[in-house]
């Protein structure tokens, strides 16, 4: 008889703790997701605004990354062969 209380104590103790274990995670969850209430509230993120593109010669530079490109690609197949 003996045996049988203690499996139900131990029993017992086990649902105790898995319990408090819930409640401190949900607890946890809830005031993780106040911070981000309060966060994005009184500090919103602002997005950042694109910097005016120069209205350079684009073609040029293009055609400089295309020749770099060439130019790499040509020369790695010569130290291959």
Do not use: C, H
Not at 25 to 54: D, G, S, W
């Amino acid at each position: 008889m003996a045996e049988v209380n203690l499996v139900a104590e131990s029993f017992k103790f086990m649902i105790l703790g898995m319990g408090v274990v819930f409640l401190f995670l949900v607890i946890l969850v809830q005031f993780i997701k106040l911070q981000a209430f309060l966060i994005n509230k009184y500090f919103p993120e602002t997005t950042p605004q694109a910097p005016a593109a120069p209205v350079a010669d684009t073609s040029e530079d293009e055609n400089r990354r295309v020749a770099a490109i060439i130019a790499a690609v040509s020369e790695f197949r010569n130290k291959k062969s």
